[in-house]
T-cell receptor, first 113, second 114 residues
Framework: GNSVTQMEGPVTLSEEAFLTINCTYT??????LFWYVQYPGEGLQLLLK?????DKGSNKGFEATYRKETTSFHLEKGSVQVSDSAVYFC????????????FGKGTKLSVKP | SAVISQKPSRDICQRGTSLTIQCQVD?????MFWYRQQPGQSLTLIAT?????????ESGFVIDKFPISRPNLTFSTLTVSNMSPEDSSIYLC???????????FGSGTQLSVL
């Protein structure tokens, strides 16, 4: 069946450290892949997405590449800031609609100054 | 973008009662969805709210427990019926804009059932 597995948190980093949050998925067909972010006290918002194999989504210094051969969509950032502290959710679409999403459990990131 | 207002933001309810959650969007949208996020779990799609017709429910969710209305393109309600403590969750309204490129989320309703 469809599923998303992402690394368990919480992840605690110092400012300017390199960030990787692993995400792998199981899906039929060719889903779109997403990273959503939830900042403290705010709703979920789309961070980046990729719609086909080898696409790279990027936003706010974050990147993730759609790797079909490894069914992965790892999130990376070269230098994190305190303001990046949030919960990050990996997700994939199903059923042909970008509104039908399967989410991972979320990874909480805390960045210390 | 779409701005979503969801009410109430939180509530504490007694077992056996029902709660209706409202979702209002500031612009016409194509699709409206209701998600649930149980404590420590990922978000799970409950149903797609269809304008003028019955909602489309995902496996494990039924209309009697989660009746949904969508009378127009910008408004939807989700009712959590005959609540039990297992229904304690965050319930999220989400929408896709007319271009169907992005999924926007409301800030959620934190429901606690005693």
């Amino acid at each position: 069946g469809n599923s998303v597995t992402q690394m368990e948190g919480p992840v605690t980093l110092s400012e300017e450290a390199f960030l990787t949050i692993n995400c792998t998925y199981t899906a039929t067909g060719y889903p779109s892949l997403f990273w959503y972010v939830q900042y403290p006290g705010e709703g979920l918002q789309l961070l980046l997405k990729a719609t086909k194999a080898d696409d790279k989504g990027s936003n706010k210094g974050f990147e993730a590449t759609y790797r079909k051969e490894t069914t992965s969509f790892h999130l990376e950032k070269g230098s994190v800031q305190v303001s990046d502290s949030a919960v990050y959710f990996c997700a994939h679409s199903y059923g042909g609609s970008q509104g039908n999403l399967i989410f991972g459990k979320g990874t909480k990131l805390s960045v210390k100054p | 973008s779409a701005v979503i207002s969801q009410k109430p933001s939180r509530d504490i309810c007694q077992r056996g009662t029902s709660l209706t959650i409202q979702c209002q969007v500031d612009s016409q949208v194509t699709m409206m969805f209701w998600y649930r996020q149980q404590p420590g779990q990922s978000l799970t799609l409950i149903a797609t709210a269809n304008q003028g017709s019955e909602a489309t429910y995902e496996s494990g969710f039924v209309i009697d427990k989660f009746p949904i209305s969508r009378p127009n393109l910008t408004f939807s309600t989700l009712t959590v019926s005959n609540m039990s403590p297992e229904d304690s969750s965050i319930y999220l309204c989400s929408v896709t804009a007319l271009t169907n490129e992005k999924l926007f989320f409301g800030s959620g309703t934190q429901l606690s059932v005693l």
